[in-house]
């Protein structure tokens, strides 16, 4: 099946850097959407956007859907502890949920 | 508070073995999913239904079936389980029409095939 284009990877940051991570697609998605998953958890939505050059804020972090309406960013700013997990990108269209691979954050000790 | 339960953790089960992974959820959603989720590959749709009695294939269905014979309750069956299907198993609810990209998961089934 599909699957968006995530990255990076994984990031190891310091306590209180910012993070940015993006997901990219050939497809045109009507909505995007960013999950975190904590260690032993299921992915729980932090974000939604529904409209191309869309900001959205919750808190410390902020998701921006593309203009092109093919892409995403999530940025989040002075991570902490417990920002460490799985972030997944989605896009969402015609029905159908298509998901990236996940971008891990390890913050350093 | 609302919930989608699993109603295993972990589970270790022997090659060959008919396995059943069950999921509740209270929300009344009319649309369940089974992904499962392996290191560098992400969420992988394995089925998925839009109503009671109801199933379609995601995208890696082989090796597996489903069961909605409830709105609550989806049911994923491993037939003759493998160690290639050693993997952690989320499964979600959404509702349908409006919103129903908006998925809740349950805390997972870490499934070991030896």
């Known amino acids: 099946g599909q699957q968006l284009n995530q990255s990076p990877q994984s990031m190891f940051i310091q306590e209180g850097e910012d993070v940015s991570m993006n997901c990219t697609s050939s497809?045109?998605?009507?909505?995007w959407l960013w999950y975190k998953q904590d260690p032993g958890e299921g992915p729980v939505l932090l974000i939604a956007?529904?409209?191309a050059g869309e900001l959205t804020s919750n808190g410390r972090l902020t998701a921006q859907f593309g203009i092109t309406r093919k892409d995403s960013f999530l940025n989040i700013s002075a991570s902490i502890p417990s920002d460490v997990g799985i972030y997944f990108c989605?896009?969402?269209?015609?029905?159908?949920?298509?998901w990236g691979a996940g971008t891990k954050l390890i913050i350093k000790p | 508070d609302v919930k989608v339960t699993q109603s295993s953790r972990y589970l270790v089960k022997r090659t060959g073995e008919k396995v059943f992974l069950e999921c509740v959820q209270d929300?009344?959603?009319?649309?369940m999913f089974w992904y499962r989720q392996d290191p560098g590959l992400g969420l992988r749709l394995i089925y998925f239904?839009?109503?009671?009695?109801?199933?379609e294939k995601g995208d890696i269905p082989e090796g597996y079936s489903v069961s909605r014979e409830k709105k609550e309750r989806f049911s994923l069956i491993l037939e003759s389980a493998s160690t290639n299907q050693t993997s952690m198993y989320l499964c979600?609810?959404?509702?349908?029409?409006?919103?129903?990209?908006?998925?809740?998961f349950g805390s997972g089934t870490q499934l070991s095939v030896l």
């Open positions: 979600a609810s959404s509702p349908s029409g409006e919103g129903d990209e908006k998925l809740f």
């Open positions: 929300m009344d959603h009319e649309n």
């Open positions: 239904s839009y109503d009671v009695k109801m199933k």
């Open positions: 497809s045109i998605f009507n909505t």
């Open positions: 956007l529904y409209k």
């Open positions: 989605a896009g969402h269209s015609n029905y159908q949920l298509i």
